[in-house]
Nanobody
Framework: QVQLVESGGGLVQAGGSLRLSCTAS????????MGWYRQAPGKQRELVAS???????NYADSVKGRFTISRNTAKNTVYLQMNSLKPEDTAVYYC?????????WGQGTQVTVSS
């Protein structure tokens, strides 16, 4: 099993920045990729960004050029740097690990962007 702990959410004004962190523990060898998803009220959970074990990244069109996913392998941590935040980025952000046994999820962290 893989456990994920997120941090870094909060309230920020439009145009501001936040950095989310997700630290993984447990059976780390089983992880193929990690990513960030978000879910706004009344909407489905959607992929924001992901990074594979080989370092390939993928972004939702809505965040390209504004968000950057990265990782520190030594710290078992994945980051999401969010710049030029918009009110429509407001959501609960969830860390995800795609493992050989299926998906593991963090508890979620709230990001609120005020206009």
């Amino acid at each position: 099993q893989v456990q994920l702990v997120e941090s870094g959410g909060g309230l920020v004004q439009a145009g501001g920045s936040l950095r989310l962190s997700c630290t993984a523990s447990g059976m780390l060898f089983s992880i193929n990729a990690m990513g960030w998803y978000r879910q706004a009220p009344g909407k489905q959970r959607e992929l924001v960004a992901s990074i594979t074990d080989g370092g390939m990244t993928n972004y939702a069109d809505s965040v390209k050029g504004r968000f950057t996913i990265s990782r520190n392998t030594a710290k078992n941590t994945v980051y999401l740097q969010m710049n030029s935040l918009k009110p429509e980025d407001t959501a609960v952000y969830y860390c995800n690990a795609a493992t050989i046994w299926g998906d593991s999820w963090g508890q979620g962290t709230q990001v609120t962007v005020s206009s």
